[in-house]
C-alpha cells in the first residue's frame, strides 16, 4: 500500500522544548533542526523497511526494474511526505511510470502511480491523458483510486482533455472522486468551465471544490462568474445537505461579491 507519513511528530517537535525552558531562538533553533533531521532520519528508515516488505505484484517488480535500468532508484517510489526527503527522481521515471500505468491491475499500485505523476513537468500531456483513461477503466466504486486521479490531473491538466473533463467531473456516477477534477477542469482554461462550474454548485459532492475553482479565477477575473452564481451560492447557505466546506466557499464567495459592489 502507499506509504504516507504524518507530521505529528515534526509539529510536536517544533511547538514545544523537549526540556521545559526557554531557549535563546538561535540555540533553540540549532538543537530544534538538528532533531527534526534526526525524526526525518527515523522515519524515512522505517518506511524504506516496510515499503521493502510490502507485497509487490510481478507487474510493480517489473517496473521498479525498468527504472533501475535507465537509472532511476526505485527504493522510494511510492514513499509521500511533505517533511521527509525522498531520492526518488518523480522527472525521470515519469515518462516510465505513463508507460506502466495501463499496465498495472492492482487499484493500489495505479494510484500510486498516479500520485508519483501528480505536478511532473517531464511529459506532461502524455501523463494526463494516460490518468484520463485509468479514471475511465477504474471501477466506478473504487473512490480513493479515482480522487487519485483527479487530484494529479489537476497539476496537469491542458486544454487536449478538457472534453474528458468536462464529460467526466459532470457525471454523477463517480460521486466525490471527482472533486479535483473540477480545479483540473479549470485548468485547462476552456471557455465551457466556468458554466460547468457553476452548474456544480448543486451537487453536494463536490459543491465545495467547484466554488473553490471558480473562485481560482482571481479577484477580479472571478467575479462575472460569481455574479451568476450567486443564487446557488446563497442557496448553498441554507442547503442542509452542503458539505462544510461547500458552505466556507460559498460564503467566501459572496463576501468577494459585496467586496465589489
Known sequence: Q????????????????????VEPSAMAGRRMNKEMREIHDRLVDRLREEQTRAPKSPEWRKLE???????????????????????????????????WLPRLRD????????????GVKAG???AARAIVAAFRNADIEAESEKWAYGNALSTLADDEIADDLLELVL????G????????????TK?????????????????????????????PKSSLQHLRRARPKLEA???????????KRQAQKALERLTASS
Open 124 to 126: 506532461r500531456s502524455q
Open 171 to 174: 457525471d454523477r456516477r463517480h
Open 190 to 218: 476552456d471557455p465551457r468551465a466556468p458554466d460547468a462550474l457553476i452548474d456544480l454548485i448543486d451537487d453536494d459532492d463536490i459543491a465545495g471544490h467547484a466554488i473553490s475553482a471558480l473562485r481560482s479565477y482571481g
Open 176 to 187: 466525490r472522486a471527482r472533486q479535483m477534477l473540477c480545479d483540473a477542469l479549470k485548468r
Open 107 to 118: 487499484p493500489v499500485e495505479k494510484e500510486m502511480l498516479a500520485r508519483s505523476l501528480t
Open 236 to 246: 448553498v447557505l441554507k442547503r442542509r445537505t452542503a458539505s462544510p466546506l461547500a
Open 2 to 21: 502507499a506509504l504516507l507519513v504524518g507530521q505529528v511528530a515534526v509539529e510536536h517537535l517544533v511547538s514545544g522544548s523537549s526540556s521545559g525552558g
Open 65 to 99: 526494474s525498468e527504472l533501475q535500468a535507465n537509472g532511476v532508484d526505485p527504493t522510494d517510489l511510492g514513499i509521500f511526505s511533505s517533511v521527509v526527503p525522498t531520492t526518488f527522481d518523480y522527472e525521470a521515471a515519469a515518462p516510465i511510470l505513463v508507460r
